[in-house]
Nanobody, 125 residues
Framework: RLQLVESGGGSVQTGGSLRLSCAASGDTLNDYCIGWFRQAPGKERQGVATMSRTGTTIYADSAKGRFTISRDNAKNTLNLQMNSLKPEDTAMYYC???????????????????WGQGAQVTVSS
């Protein structure tokens, strides 16, 4: 069973950068679709970015041009590089993974099976 452990959250000022990472154990990420989600207080969880097994990505409009999802199969990690951060990016961020067929392109509403514990990102103005 795949387990995900997140790291890299923190506090930054507007315009700053953060990199979130998720270390996977129990299985290899090679056979998984991956994604990043966030949930702000009082709001529903929203998809930020997803990636298929072949590297096809989908980004939320709010993340396009600023965030980059990636995977490192050798290290069995998935990452989210966040640049030009804004106060509205403040949220708990969650990584996710799901075993999927190679032709699957997960959308932002895709139902992922495995989740990280969450990492708080706070952006101050």
């Amino acid at each position: 069973r795949l387990q995900l452990v997140e790291s890299g959250g923190g506090s930054v000022q507007t315009g700053g950068s953060l990199r979130l990472s998720c270390a996977a154990s129990g299985d290899t990420l090679n056979d998984y679709c991956i994604g990043w989600f966030r949930q702000a207080p009082g709001k529903e969880r929203q998809g930020v970015a997803t990636m298929s097994r072949t590297g096809t990505t989908i980004y939320a409009d709010s993340a396009k041009g600023r965030f980059t999802i990636s995977r490192d199969n050798a290290k069995n990690t998935l990452n989210l590089q966040m640049n030009s951060l804004k106060p509205e990016d403040t949220a708990m961020y969650y990584c996710a993974a799901d075993p999927c067929a190679i032709w699957v392109g997960p959308g932002l509403e895709y139902e992922f099976a495995a989740w990280g514990q969450g990492a708080q990102v706070t952006v101050s103005s």
